[in-house]
């Protein structure tokens, strides 16, 4: 199967290109995640396991961006010089997809989150309380498992090494996921700018995006400058997103987000915005902020969220983080200029990239 290949321009009406490409990437990455829940070895073991995977496999094909998948795809034409996908890499990026849905569903439990991509956390659908969060838990492990056999299967040339490189950015979004936990209980003025963007690039940017183009790149026989671009190209991107999801998880709105609009407040993230605004506020300022994010969960009602919005919007928090997401955007598109652009592949990249940085919030 062919990627869509670029026009000059789009007519009025018509889809911009590189949504149609995502169009795609939804129809068959989608198609091949149902089939991975297909497993005639655990159909029998107990209705109760029976039901958890229906609702992990309902959890896992809530409508998403399918990045991921995209940008392997992206990274195999550059590397082949084609916009010829083989039906291989298709299964291999739902696998990857799937290895990312085990990883939402921790992230779910460990940041208490009631809502995902719409729809309820997986946790809050499998039991009430501490049992629900267990239960997911073991859920996502099994999911996990089950991503690395999809990525195996495809029995592409090189997958295993692909795969243990995947694994290897794995290990260092865990110690990104740690850091961000364990800098919720920091005092703000003991935080600074530098970790909050250490925390991005390890927890974002180099598995969501650095390491799906090198993955893809890597299957389609990709040379060394080619990996080097497209890493630098990820990181930039990468920190792009993150930082817009920042300025999402305070100033958002939960409808269109998919996610609450209060859930970096409530559970006390030290995100960019927050120590942009920081850094610059007045003394009086910053004991406000500092008192505001040492608040007790539970005091954290929609009157202190209005007051942390306007703090951190007055001290130029928000502005700040504005410009840095403009700031990486333009960076990671000036390092995709110097990339080959085969059969326009290039152009869709570089379309999605803005479509990703300003993103609704």
């Given amino acids: 199967m062919a990627l869509p290949r670029p026009a000059a321009q789009p007519l009025p009406g018509e889809v911009p290109l590189e949504q149609a490409w995502l169009g795609l990437v939804h129809a068959e990455v989608e198609a091949s995640l149902s089939e991975l829940f297909e497993l005639p070895d655990e159909a029998g073991l107990d209705p109760r396991w029976t039901r958890a995977l229906e609702e992990a496999r309902l959890y896992a094909l809530r409508p998403a961006k399918r990045v991921r998948p995209a940008l392997v795809m992206a990274g195999h034409c550059l590397a082949k010089g084609t916009p010829v996908v083989p039906s291989e890499l298709w299964r291999f990026a739902a696998g990857l997809e799937l290895l990312h849905t085990f990883l939402l569903i921790h992230d779910d439990v460990a940041d208490r989150a009631v ?77 600074s700018l530098f970790q909050v963007l250490r925390v991005a690039y390890l927890k974002t940017a180099r598995y969501g995006f650095c390491a799906p183009l090198v993955c893809g790149a890597m299957l389609g026989g990709a040379s060394p400058a080619l990996l080097e671009g497209l890493e630098r190209v990820g990181r930039q991107v990468g920190l792009a997103y993150q930082l817009r999801d920042d300025l999402i998880g305070l100033f958002g709105d939960s409808s269109v987000a998919g996610k ?36 007790p969960e539970c005091e954290k009602d929609t009157v202190a969220l209005a007051r942390a919005r306007a703090l951190v919007e007055a001290h130029g928090g928000r502005a700040a983080c504005e410009r840095m997401v403009e700031r990486a955007s333009r960076a990671a598109r000036r390092t995709l200029q110097s990339l080959p652009n085969p059969n326009g592949v290039r152009d869709l990249m570089d379309a999605l990239i803005a479509r990703l940085a300003h993103r609704a919030a």
Avoid: I, N
Wanted: hydrophobic share 45%; proline share 4%; charged share 25%.
């Fill in 260 to 295: 609450s609009s209060d859930g970096d407040f409530t559970q006390g993230k030290r995100t960019f915005p927050v120590l942009a605004a920081f850094a610059r506020a007045t003394p009086e300022g910053r004991e406000e902020l500092e008192a505001l994010w040492a608040l």
């Fill in 115 to 191: 809502l995902r991509r719409g729809s309820a956390a997986l946790h809050h659908l499998l039991a009430p309380g501490r049992t629900g969060e267990d239960l997911a838990v073991v859920v996502g492990d099994h999911l996990f498992a089950r991503a690395l056999e999809a990525m195996l299967e495809s029995e592409l040339p090189g997958v295993a090494k692909v795969v243990r490189y995947y694994l290897s950015v794995c290990r260092h979004t865990a110690a990104g996921q740690y850091l961000d936990l364990s800098l919720e209980r920091a005092p703000l003025s003991e935080v």
